[in-house]
């Protein structure tokens, strides 16, 4: 089992900036892909931004230029750098985590609790 602890959303006005912190724990796993996902009222859940196990990294068009997502060393603590932030940026920010159970061979998706970021204009 993999638990991913989410932390730093909150309220922030248009043009600020949040930074976003996903840290993962458990036993026994490696990670394949750590990301970013939003869900705002309403509408689906999206892909925000993702990292491979390999630094590749993955970001929605929405929010190329604005945001980045750093990661830690160990590489098991994944960041979401939120810059220049506009309102239609509001929304329930998920953290994902794809890992593989080094004790039975499978690999499976995860989610952090959400935490909501609120961009006012």
């Known amino acids: 089992q993999v638990q991913l602890v989410e932390s730093g959303g909150g309220l922030v006005q248009a043009g600020g900036s949040l930074r976003l912190s996903c840290a993962a724990s458990?036993?026994?796993?490696?990670?394949?892909?750590m990301g970013w996902y939003r869900q705002a009222p309403g509408k689906q859940r999206e892909l925000v931004a993702i990292?491979?196990?390999?630094?590749?990294?993955n970001l929605a068009d929405s929010v190329k230029g604005r945001f980045t997502i750093p990661r830690d060393n160990p590489e098991n603590t994944v960041h979401l750098q939120m810059n220049s932030l506009k309102p239609e940026d509001t929304a329930v920010y998920y953290c994902?985590?794809?890992?593989?159970?080094?004790?039975?061979?499978?690999?499976?998706?995860?989610w952090g609790q959400g935490t909501q970021v609120t961009v006012s204009s």
């Open positions: 458990g036993s026994a796993f490696s990670i394949n892909i």
């Open positions: 994902n985590a794809v890992a593989r159970s080094s004790s039975t061979g499978t690999t499976r998706a995860y």
């Open positions: 990292i491979t196990s390999g630094g590749y990294t």
